[in-house]
């Protein structure tokens, strides 16, 4: 419907005193409304209304994500010289050359005839949008100004209306997206989807209606609910409900949600002031609500591709109602509401001219970098990593190729991370670089204006794993660690194979007959392992004794034990149930977890029968039973295991602050830190940690989540 309140030039000024009272910025604006307002007098649109009203429509919108005075006034002038008869050389003496420039670039993308056949098509045309802008301020105008244009599309005819609406939904709504401008990207999305399926559009507005009277008492009461929660432990918050957008609601559909599937269309959302009173916010929610499980996700931690940053989690009410409930800082929601834009800093400079303008460059450069990404080809985690680390790193440098390329690195890069940058390859062949003429060591560290020459060798050995002590890009720290990955587990297949095929001749046994049997066959499949490399790789690596699988091929009777005297069999025979240790032939026998190798439930484990003290349980790899058959005795995890089991790990990281994300991933893997102590040296830090985890699984995926951090360098299972 039409909208029945105008926009006026006073309106527009008040809503940017709002965020911005700087008299010669609010002078700016004023006069390029009046210069528009002149060129477009006596013009009309389509609808019948008034031409200034299409610009000053646009400039409003703007105001919405604080677009600076710059914006403003080239959206108030961006139809002057397409549509009526101003001039780049009038809009350039009279606002100068940055405006100027800004407007002569939206005419440009006006002139260009969108059309989006196909995906590959539409995508072509995205890249000519982006690579048209000079300025990321053009593309951000031009969403703006197709909003407006979707707000008043009823005027065209049905058959425009579709083909507009396409257009919007296939090349702008994407990049609308990559910019992380929510609040354009979502009302262009909802007046596309009315257009295009008009039916479904109305249908999911008028679900929506009828819930929300049904739901309002609902989300009002949880809502209080949850503020008195914070209230009561002294965190300052806002809370307030949220309601999906009708294309978000449609998309699950359309992909195969039932409607009483989609939990999270309506939710509360509750903001914070730092990282840290999330994730105490997320605690208190769930000590109070039950959480739904697999319903937690953790942006935070890992960032969307377009920077946004939250924790979701969806909670059983009071009443059994489900709620969908996000937490996140006021910065992370300015970035989720404003994206890109949210980073302009317009009241530190009184011209804003030349640092915004390197500012909006800046952007630009990243957007490009970022549309270029092919998210399909890329690991998420390395996706979002790299995003983080490269694409937007809080500050840049800019070096060069010997060629003359310019290459984007982050503050503190160096040869390394710029061969990285270059290619992989090239990475790992690395065996020295020149920078300005000059031979300069690896972890040289660059700076803007460099020119680097990297030296490789095709013999070259790979890359060194210490390089990971000095590299800042995720890239080369992923290629680097994968690297190593690879030849370790290659060594651990020779290593394991060896001391494999040293056991089974103290034994007596043939090798050739073993390697080929269906017994060894069964035990690997008894252990999860794929085949016999993964043996070797976990008996290389220490997570299987090579004892064991020797013991579990003969099913040899243990030598007398003085305390024992088992009967003569294999199998257990009894078991005492209510221990978590299960010993084999015997019941309330004493029973203590070894303090060196600090085994958990998972685990492989081993009984060492002590002269007057029961039986001591380690880990099959342990270093002080892997010498000896004499005093051992066959023990298992009972299978409900009923407690926390202590185990220490060392995590090897850069001399960043790794404290919080530590313990913030141990409290969401339901792990407790039970002792921290911190290992500093010239190069890195290293963290002793002791933990309290219920089993090697919830360990693992401790692991693996620490792993991800960009910061950590490695992380190892600690044996005294």
């Not at 970035?335 to 890109?340: D, M, N, P, V």
């Not at 933990?691 to 190892?716: D, F, I, M, R």
Request: charged share 30%.
């Amino acid at each position: 419907m039409k909208n029945k309140k105008k926009i006026t030039i006073n309106d527009l000024i008040n809503k940017v005193k709002e965020y911005n009272d700087n008299e010669s910025d609010i002078k700016l604006i004023e006069e390029s409304y009046w210069f528009a307002y002149k060129k477009h007098l006596n013009q009309k649109r389509i609808s019948g209304d008034d031409y200034i009203e299409h610009p000053l429509e646009v400039a409003y919108i703007l105001t919405d994500i604080n677009a600076d005075a710059t914006c403003l006034s080239a959206a108030l002038l961006h139809d002057t010289i397409e549509d009526s008869n101003g001039t780049y050389d009038e809009i350039k003496e009279n606002f100068g050359e940055e405006i100027a420039n800004l407007v002569m670039g939206i005419t440009q993308i006006n002139k260009l005839h969108f059309h989006s056949d196909s995906e590959q098509t539409a995508t072509y045309q995205r890249k000519i949008l982006v690579g048209l802008s000079e300025d990321v301020r053009v593309l951000i105008i031009k969403l703006a100004d197709r909003l407006h244009n979707m707000r008043t599309l009823y005027v065209l005819s049905d058959e425009k209306q579709k083909k507009k609406a396409k257009e919007t939904l296939e090349i702008l709504t994407p990049v609308a997206h990559r910019l992380g401008i929510n609040k354009i990207k979502s009302e262009l999305e909802d007046l596309s989807l009315r257009y295009l399926k008009p039916d479904a559009y109305y249908d999911i507005v008028e679900k929506l209606n009828n819930m929300k009277k049904e739901k309002d008492d609902n989300v009002g009461s949880m809502l209080i609910e949850v503020s008195n929660l914070l209230n009561e432990h002294h965190i300052k918050h806002e809370i307030k409900g949220r309601t999906k957008s009708v294309y978000s609601i449609y998309n699950k559909l359309n992909k195969g949600k039932k409607w009483s599937q989609i939990y999270d269309i309506f939710a509360l959302r509750v903001l914070v002031n730092t990282e840290e009173e999330c994730y105490q916010v997320l605690g208190l929610i769930h000590s109070k609500y039950k959480p739904v499980p697999g319903r937690f996700k953790d942006y935070i931690a890992m960032p969307k591709t377009n920077m946004y940053q939250s924790l979701h989690t969806t909670v059983i009410g009071s009443d059994g109602e489900l709620f969908e409930i996000q937490i996140r800082t006021y910065d992370m929601n300015k970035i989720a509401e404003y994206g890109i834009a949210s980073h302009w800093s317009y009241k530190e400079h009184s011209d804003g001219s030349k640092a915004i303008k390197d500012t909006m460059e800046k952007k630009l450069s990243i957007f490009r970098s970022i549309i270029e990404l092919n998210e399909e080809s890329t690991s998420s985690e390395e996706f979002i990593s790299s995003i983080k680390k490269d694409v937007l790193p809080e500050d840049s440098i800019f070096v060069y190729t010997p060629k003359g390329d310019v290459i984007e690195l982050p503050k503190g890069a160096t040869p390394v991370d710029f061969a990285y940058k270059v290619h992989s390859e090239v990475g790992d062949k690395t065996t020295g670089a020149i920078v300005n003429d000059i031979i300069v060591p690896l972890d040289y560290t660059l700076l803007t204006g460099d020119v680097i020459k990297i030296n490789t060798s095709k013999s070259s050995k790979g890359p060194n794993i210490d390089w990971l002590n000095f590299v800042v890009t995720q890239t080369a720290k992923n290629h680097i660690k994968a690297y190593h990955n690879r030849i370790e587990k290659d060594e651990n297949v020779v290593k394991g194979s060896e001391a494999l095929e040293k056991e089974l001749r103290k034994n007596s046994l043939a090798i050739n007959e073993i390697i080929n049997s269906k017994e060894l066959e069964n035990i690997i499949e008894n252990h999860k392992l794929n085949d016999i490399n993964e043996l070797y790789i976990a008996i290389g690596s220490g997570k299987i004794s090579p004892v064991t699988i020797v013991r579990e091929l003969t099913q040899k009777e243990e030598k007398e034990k003085p305390l024992l005297k088992l009967n003569n069999q294999a199998n257990l025979t009894k078991v005492n149930y209510k221990n978590d240790i299960l010993v084999e032939g015997l019941e309330d026998i004493k029973v203590n977890i070894s303090n060196c190798c600090n085994p958990i439930p998972g685990d492989n484990i081993i009984g060492y029968v002590t002269k007057g003290a029961g039986i001591t349980i380690h880990r099959s790899n342990c270093h002080n039973i892997t010498e000896t058959n004499e005093r051992l005795i066959n023990v298992k995890w009972n299978e409900q295991t009923t407690k926390k089991y202590k185990t220490e790990l060392i995590i090897y990281a850069t001399n960043d602050n790794n404290l919080v994300d530590i313990v913030t991933i141990s409290a969401s893997n339901n792990i407790v830190v039970d002792a921290l102590s911190t290992i500093n040296k010239n190069d890195y830090k290293a963290y002793n940690i002791t933990l309290l985890v219920n089993n090697l699984e919830e360990l693992n995926k401790y692991c693996l989540a620490l792993n991800n951090l960009p910061t950590v360098t490695k992380v190892e299972r600690r044996m005294n």
